[in-house]
């Protein structure tokens, strides 16, 4: 099974912050990476998919980068709505499989 | 729009067993793959199953392989989950959600339910 493992796993930042999250893969899984956006009691909301690819109706805000096993999540000036937990997720080979989880929290 | 909405939760012993259905609307559901994916209390997400458009293709993960049987009934428009000899470890939130391509498998989830909880619990 391939592990994700997402760094940090909680952080705290303002509004206007330019926040950045990390996914590590196990081992090489091209660009089948995909973040996805949880708020409390809310079902989780696809952000990113292919490692750069913005969702449609999501902001340009949001952008992520990488391949193979090192990818980043970048929100590049935080907004009120964007508190909330962000997962990635490996779509390379099953069993899928998801990152912990970074909680990013109100300074 | 498309939409997603779970039922069937609820409590149960462990050792008992639970269907959970998905009915899906606003697209054309015969003509993609979709899944299960759970999140016990203050975890994290776990991918549970999926089938494909057609219902020849099913996956599953370890921790419910055996126990678990993803079905659909595309007449219906309807997913489910048939969940036997439950463990209390089995206690989360189920989702289900649409695979992002019609036809095909990308196993990337574009939509998801609202949830519905299931609590394995003597």
């Known amino acids: 099974d391939i592990q994700m493992t997402q760094s940090p796993s909680s952080l705290s930042a303002s509004v206007g912050d330019r926040v950045t999250i990390t996914c590590r893969a196990s081992q090489s899984i091209g660009i089948y990476l995909n973040w996805y956006q949880q708020k409390p009691r809310r079902a989780p909301k696809l952000l990113i998919y292919a490692a750069s690819s913005l969702q449609s109706g999501v902001p340009s805000r949001f952008s992520g980068s990488g391949s193979g096993t090192d990818f980043t999540l970048t929100i590049s000036s935080l907004q009120p709505e964007d508190f909330a937990t962000y997962y990635c997720?490996?779509?390379?080979?099953?069993?899928?499989?998801f990152g912990g989880g970074t909680n990013v929290e109100i300074k | 729009q498309v939409q997603l909405v779970e039922s069937g939760g609820g409590v149960v012993q462990p050792g008992r067993s639970l269907r959970l259905s998905c009915a899906g609307s606003?697209?054309?559901?015969?003509?993609?793959?979709v899944h299960w994916v759970r999140q016990a209390p203050g975890k994290g997400l776990e991918w549970v199953a999926f089938i494909s458009y057609d219902g020849r293709n099913k996956y599953y993960a370890d921790s419910v392989k055996g126990r678990f049987t993803i079905s659909r009934d595309n007449s219906k428009n309807t997913l489910y989950l048939q969940m036997n000899s439950l463990r209390v470890e089995d206690t989360a939130v189920y989702y289900c959600a649409r695979d992002a391509a019609a036809a095909a498998a990308t196993w990337v989830f574009d939509y998801w339910g609202q949830g519905t909880l299931v609590t394995v619990s003597s």
């Open positions: 606003g697209f054309s559901f015969t003509t993609y793959t």
């Open positions: 997720q490996q779509s390379s080979s099953t069993p899928l499989t």
